[in-house]
Structure formats: structure tokens, C-alpha cells
């Protein structure tokens, strides 16, 4: 089993900046694991932010976060970060970290990814 448990979450106003982690632990887990980022508001669906391979590349972005968002991961420490610059009230949403251990398949669909965290919710205020 993974355990995957977000942190950093908050309230702030827009153009200010956030940045969440996510611990993975577990006897399963691996530095091998692809990492992502996604996000839910309200009465949406939710929604792939970022994401992030093994050894950092292959960095993908959803348009809206481009620029602004930054996604990396510390494989000694299990750790993968979402540094949000410039936050807009847009981007209000609870907000989980993902794992999968295949490489098939896209890395932006939400079915792919076998392991989720609680969320960390995240509001912007205009």
C-alpha cells in the first residue's frame, strides 16, 4: 500500500503564492512512481493540474497553470511539490496528489493514477 498525504493548502488573495507537498510512504512505493497534481472545485469535475516522472522529467501542465505553477519532486524524501506563483481565484480548489506505478497510458487521465491523497484545500480570494 502507498500513503499519500498532502500539506501547505490555504487561504490567500490573488497574485500570491503557495506551496503544497505531498509525502508518499508505504512498502510499495517508489521513486519510480509517476507523481501528479490534481483539482477539484466545487460542482466541477476533477481536473489534472500537473505531473511529474521519475527522474523529473517528462513534466506535464495543464494550460491553465502554465507559467505560473511549478511541479517538483525530492526522491530521497518521497516528496513531490506544486509551487503556485501568481494565484488567481480560478485556481480555488481542493487539491490531491496522485501516484501510478505504469507507464501506460496518459499521464493526464485522473483513471490511470492508483494511489490518491485527502486533499489540501486551496482558496484564493480576489
Known amino acids: 500500500q502507498v500513503q499519500l498525504v498532502e500539506s501547505g493548502g490555504g487561504l490567500v488573495q490573488a497574485g500570491s503564492s503557495l506551496r503544497l507537498s505531498c509525502a508518499a510512504s508505504g512498502r510499495t512505493f517508489s521513486s519510480s512512481y509517476c507523481m501528479a497534481w490534481f483539482r477539484q472545485a466545487p460542482g466541477q469535475e476533477r481536473e489534472f493540474v500537473a505531473a511529474?516522472?521519475?527522474?523529473?522529467?517528462?513534466?506535464l501542465y495543464t494550460d491553465s497553470v502554465k507559467g505560473r505553477f511549478t511541479i517538483s519532486r525530492d526522491n530521497a524524501k518521497n516528496t513531490v511539490y506544486l509551487q503556485m506563483n501568481s494565484l488567481k481565484p480560478e485556481d480555488t480548489a481542493l487539491y490531491y496528489c496522485a501516484a501510478r506505478q505504469s507507464f501506460f497510458g496518459s499521464d493526464y487521465d485522473l483513471k490511470n493514477y492508483n494511489y490518491w491523497g485527502q486533499g489540501t484545500q486551496v482558496t484564493v480570494s480576489s
Open positions: 511529474i516522472r521519475q527522474n523529473g522529467g517528462n513534466i
